[in-house]
């Protein structure tokens, strides 16, 4: 093999290196191009299901999140806990939405542009829909209680519902039923905070969980 390619120059060998290279790369892409082509005809064929943008589960999902988040009479029911098999479970409401720590009205980096006597700074980052810098992934998530109390969940998991959720730690209990009781007292709250009475709206909501 050796006295085969001695007669050849290094260089030589260099562009069929490449040639080859090359071509096992275009018989790829080819195989790709094919596989690519397969699909497309059979999408265009009625076989795959293809839904409408406007009605796609996560646009819906998308924008039925972003009322939520915008009412101001919205109360979602986090509970947490300390991690450990005995230590309890705390529920509380909170109005609207937990907010990211990261979260921020300001960008969280600069970029310095040119030199010398001129210079001048911009931010990679874009705000989002909501008008804010959302940063990194944040550390812990907060919000607020309809009755104003701030609420933060440093270091600890969380799970939000808009209905409040039963939980069980020792079997599995499937609960398909709502509680009448705790969507009243939903209901309730939220048409005192249509009020602008958030006192009330507390009330109400730790009466139905319990705190008071």
Known sequence: MKKLFSKYSPSTLAVCLIILVGCGAAAAKSGLDRIDSIMNESSTQSKVFVPSLPESPDFLNYNQAQRLYASKTSIIWCTTTWGNPSAPMVTIPIQSKLTSSSV????????????????????????SVDGMYHGSPPPYRYGFTPGGQYVDFFNMP???????????????????????????????????????????????????????
């Open 158 to 212: 969380t799970l939000c519902t808009t209905a409040l959720t039963k939980f069980q730690r020792q079997e599995t209990k499937l609960a398909i039923t709502v509680d009448d009781a705790a969507k009243q007292a939903d209901l309730q709250a939220q048409a005192a905070l249509a009020r602008g009475d958030h006192a009330e709206a507390q009330r109400i909501l730790e009466t139905i969980s319990g705190g008071k």
């Open 104 to 127: 921020s009205f300001y960008p969280s980096s600069r970029v310095k542009i040119g030199g010398g006597d001129f210079h001048d700074e911009y931010t990679p980052e874009r705000r």
